[in-house]
């Protein structure tokens, strides 16, 4: 019935198989860097993690950013096109995981360190709420509408978000800061050496290799679905026309 | 622009003035969950007086829920929305009519709750000016967000599960900085916070999504 045969069509091209080689590359080279990093005094094994924490942090900026930079390339009438809105959702849902393995790494980092899984700190109630926020977009994303209906809707919805978090930063920011001083650090940045350094800078470009791989791959996989749509719908009036003429 | 914005603010508060939604239900609702923070909490031990401020603003952005709500259901049902689109009305206009309707019931229940939290809670009040300035800039910034979610979730057959989700991560903003504004202010405890700095955000928070409202109500509208 699939007129153009969407079944045998994948996701995978060669640029998005070098793409993904590169990704696990530099995601294993991460891991044993990360490993391979000697204990410190005051963090024992966990600060080990400086080598996945921040650039998976970074990797869920990027999402966002994307989602948000994306939507605004819907909402402009000269480069309005479905790609983007599709683009759009492919990176909120990637930056759903990004930020939830952001919270969750943080957690474990911050459980020997601050002795609490969570602590109220700035940039922690940031990423949470910005946690909330994509996944009020994925939900409005996921109500059944008509593409252009859907795209226009989310687009809206995620600048509206967007608009938020500066508002966020400063109010989460204040609300930490004007109490208790700025006491807690993410980063340690007095003790920081070399092979940290490495170590941070290479899960950077890991993270963000893997996060453009994932997107691409989810990104096709929405036009596959919107390909599918169509035909479902060529397939049907194909259908009636074939009775009118029986008839 | 604000000749309908006056038009469309008059026609919801005639509604609400006919109906009593807001008034028999909605109020009743907010006072409710004061007296479930007191349930919650042990009243006689001073947390209701220190949590105050902060116990005072949850009710608001519970009741605003609601009341964004109502203000929705106006325009979704009998073809409102589609006889508003046919009409000559400027969306800008309809977006600040609706904004002013929802942020007027709200510095009413604002009123009644302020009253609530003095009569159940026993604070004392001091400095009513820092509270009526932090009212209406939290009023305004929660009135205009809540406007906009409202249309963006008008059409949905999901929209009472969907807003709470898309509007309260939104303006959590708005209830960190109204509870620290008006900490001092509505629990009569002296305290180290300077409410400048917080006033000035929820200012910004305000005309951001009533810029944004001018500006993209109209093409909320459409989809719905």
Same mark, same amino acid.
């Given at each position: 019935?699939?007129?153009?045969?969407?079944?045998?069509?994948?996701? *995978?091209?060669?640029?998005?198989?070098?793409? *993904? &080689?590169?990704?696990?590359?530099?995601?294993?080279?991460?891991?044993?860097?990360?490993?391979?990093?000697?204990?410190?005094?005051?963090?024992?094994?966990?600060?080990?993690?400086?080598? &996945?924490?921040?650039? &998976?942090?970074?990797?869920?900026?990027?999402?966002?950013?994307?989602?948000?930079?994306?939507?605004?390339?819907?909402?402009?009438?000269?480069?309005?096109?479905?790609?983007?809105?599709? @683009?759009?959702?492919?990176?909120?849902?990637?930056?759903?995981?990004?930020?939830?393995?952001?919270?969750?790494?943080?957690? &474990?980092?911050?459980?020997?360190?601050? *002795?609490?899984?969570?602590?109220?700190?700035?940039?922690?109630?940031?990423?949470?709420?910005?946690?909330? @926020?994509?996944?009020?977009? @994925?939900?409005?994303?996921?109500?059944?509408?008509?593409?252009?209906?859907?795209?226009?809707?989310?687009?809206?919805?995620? @600048?509206?978000?967007?608009?938020?978090?500066?508002?966020?930063?400063?109010?989460?920011?204040?609300?930490?800061?004007?109490?208790?001083?700025?006491?807690?650090?993410?980063?340690?940045?007095?003790?920081?050496?070399?092979?940290?350094?490495?170590?941070?800078?290479?899960?950077?470009?890991?993270?963000?290799?893997?996060?453009?791989?994932?997107?691409?791959?989810?990104?096709?996989?929405?036009?596959?679905?919107?390909?599918?749509?169509?035909?479902?719908?060529?397939?049907?009036?194909?259908?009636?026309?074939?009775?009118?003429?029986?008839? | 622009?604000?000749?309908?914005?006056?038009?469309?603010?008059?026609?919801?508060?005639?509604?609400?003035?006919?109906?009593?939604?807001?008034?028999?239900?909605?109020?009743?609702?907010?006072?409710?969950? #004061?007296?479930?923070?007191?349930?919650?909490?042990?009243?006689?031990?001073?947390?209701?007086?220190?949590?105050?401020?902060?116990?005072?603003?949850?009710?608001?952005?519970?009741?605003?829920?609601?009341?964004?709500?109502?203000?929705?259901?106006?325009?979704?049902?009998?073809?409102?929305?589609?006889?508003?689109?046919?009409?000559?009305?400027?969306?800008?206009?309809?977006?600040?009519?609706?904004?002013?309707?929802?942020?007027?019931? #709200?510095?009413?229940?604002?009123? =009644?709750?302020?009253?609530?939290?003095?009569?159940?809670?026993?604070?004392?009040?001091?400095?009513?000016?820092?509270?009526?300035?932090?009212?209406?800039?939290?009023?305004?910034?929660?009135?205009?967000?809540?406007?906009?979610?409202?249309?963006?979730?008008?059409?949905?057959?999901?929209?009472?599960?969907? =807003?709470? /989700?898309?509007?309260?991560?939104?303006?959590?903003?708005?209830?960190?900085?109204?509870?620290?504004?008006?900490?001092?202010? =509505?629990?009569?405890?002296?305290?180290?916070?300077?409410?400048?700095?917080?006033?000035? /955000?929820?200012?910004?928070?305000?005309?951001?999504?009533?810029?944004?409202?001018?500006?993209?109500?109209?093409?909320?509208?459409?989809?719905?």
């Amino acid at each position: 019935m699939n007129t153009r045969n969407t079944g045998r069509r994948g996701t *995978g091209t060669a640029v998005t198989m070098t793409l *993904g &080689i590169a990704a696990l590359a530099s995601l294993a080279a991460t891991y044993a860097v990360g490993l391979s990093l000697p204990r410190t005094y005051e963090q024992g094994d966990y600060s080990k993690l400086i080598a &996945i924490h921040p650039g &998976i942090a970074w990797a869920s900026y990027v999402a966002f950013g994307v989602t948000a930079l994306a939507s605004a390339l819907w909402l402009w009438p000269r480069t309005r096109s479905l790609a983007w809105d599709l @683009l759009a959702g492919a990176s909120a849902e990637v930056g759903v995981l990004f930020t939830a393995l952001t919270l969750i790494t943080g957690s &474990i980092w911050g459980r020997p360190t601050w *002795g609490a899984w969570w602590v109220w700190d700035a940039r922690l109630t940031l990423s949470a709420l910005e946690l909330m @926020l994509l996944l009020g977009y @994925l939900a409005l994303r996921r109500v059944p509408a008509d593409s252009e209906v859907r795209a226009r809707r989310s687009a809206l919805a995620a @600048l509206l978000a967007v608009l938020v978090v500066p508002v966020n930063h400063y109010a989460v920011q204040w609300w930490r800061t004007l109490h208790q001083g700025g006491s807690l650090s993410l980063t340690p940045k007095d003790a920081l050496d070399g092979k940290f350094i490495f170590a941070m800078v290479l899960g950077f470009l890991a993270m963000t290799l893997v996060y453009a791989w994932l997107t691409v791959h989810r990104f096709r996989v929405a036009q596959l679905e919107e390909d599918l749509v169509d035909d479902d719908l060529d397939a049907a009036l194909e259908a009636r026309r074939r009775e009118a003429v029986t008839a | 622009m604000w000749r309908d914005a006056a038009l469309v603010a008059g026609k919801d508060l005639r509604i609400e003035l006919r109906s009593r939604v807001a008034l028999n239900q909605v109020a009743p609702f907010a006072v409710l969950v #004061l007296v479930l923070f007191a349930f919650a909490l042990d009243p006689d031990r001073d947390v209701l007086v220190r949590a105050a401020a902060g116990l005072f603003w949850v009710a608001v952005l519970l009741s605003s829920l609601l009341a964004v709500q109502r203000s929705a259901a106006l325009e979704a049902n009998d073809g409102v929305a589609d006889s508003q689109r046919l009409s000559s009305l400027d969306p800008a206009g309809i977006f600040l009519g609706k904004a002013a309707a929802v942020a007027l019931q #709200l510095a009413v229940l604002e009123v =009644l709750l302020g009253v609530g939290v003095v009569v159940l809670y026993d604070v004392h009040l001091k400095g009513v000016l820092t509270l009526v300035a932090t009212a209406v800039a939290a009023t305004v910034g929660l009135a205009a967000a809540g406007t906009l979610y409202g249309v963006l979730a008008a059409g949905l057959r999901v929209r009472e599960t969907l =807003l709470p /989700l898309l509007l309260l991560p939104v303006v959590a903003p708005v209830l960190i900085a109204a509870t620290r504004a008006s900490e001092a202010a =509505l629990t009569g405890l002296s305290l180290d916070v300077t409410p400048g700095d917080w006033l000035r /955000l929820l200012a910004v928070f305000a005309v951001i999504y009533l810029a944004f409202g001018v500006v993209a109500y109209g093409a909320l509208m459409e989809d719905s």
